[in-house]
């Protein structure tokens, strides 16, 4: 492996602040014990590809970082990355700067929705699709997932049809987050035709779009098709592909023209001007020179996922673990455990100093689960395993 994978990097928050730590607390809202493992917020326990410090140690020493524009040689490196990465074709200047992703998702509200306008939300969902639509007075249609009895779960096309005929607009997780469900062209082209028969606009989030294990290809909802790209908004980053969720930027895309500047201009108004200059910096190194490292880190990310697996196959046979087929988060459910989603917070937190993303986090299709960040150097995801085992060996719980 030319890469490393497997340092602990002290992310002490004293020193850092870095937010996963600080948000962490125990069932009474304490600061739980020093030791307790956060394998909760996306983002990963790795350094980022050398690339892409050397290409931030470069502009941190040009020492000039003005108000500025995204580069020509940065929109060519977009595209480039799209097309080899996603055999997706576009065009320069259908690429929207902006701070994240998950303004971006206020912002697609904001433009193309009005309050009361109802919105489609695939449950079990991250937490900001509901957030957003709740927080800016629209309404959230649930359109739950189905879930078979090996975890695997598929969209259910007869409720999403009813849903479209109330909706506005559809908040599209591709690959979907908490689920790691990669959908086949078949299912999104599906999806597509409901949404454009019933005149819903698909604002799809594929942040995770490059987090896609070997087997399984992610396809970009807009490159369906021309009909399917000119009604839709598509929010990337690699902001999770190379943990630069810090430097704050994302490229949204968006083929169709009239759409594209309605985003503008809702942005202009909702005050959204410029971007970091490091964020793009980052970004374009990691397209033109970061795919040795993302190939490395897959492979790491799948190793981590088969121990996890086979670790509750050995001690817990009765949780089933969803398959991962794209993002670094694995989804099980533990309703085998007898606890309530409180009790099993209050257990993992409290007695094994494991600090997770509670199903609950993701609406209530995700009761009974937990959801567990697997981009991490081994050692810390073993430790982790063996804290919920000799915690559930002591409450009897151990399977």
Known sequence: MTYDFETNVDRDPILR????????????????????????????????APCIIDAIKAEADFGLWGYHMVTDSFRQACCQWMADRHSWQIQPDWIVPIEQVVPSLYVSLFAFTQPGDGVIVQTPAYHHFIGATEHTGRKVLENRLLVDANGRYTIDFDDLRKKAAQAKLMFLCSPHNPSGRVFTPEELRQIGDICLENGVLVVSDEVHHDLIQKGYTHTVYASLGDKYAQNSVICTSLSKTFNLAGLCFASIIIPNPELRATFQNTMSTHGFKHTSRFGPVAHEAAYRSGAPWLDELLDYIKGNYDYFRAFMAEHFPKVVVTELEGTYLAWFNCSSFGLSDADLAAFLTDECLLYLDNGLEFGPAGSGYQRINLACPRNILADALGRLYTGCKARGLAQ
């Open 17 to 48: 602040g870095t937010g996963k730590y600080n948000i962490m607390r125990d069932s009474k809202g304490n600061k739980p014990p020093k030791g307790t493992v956060p394998l909760s917020v996306a983002d990963m326990e790795f350094r980022t």
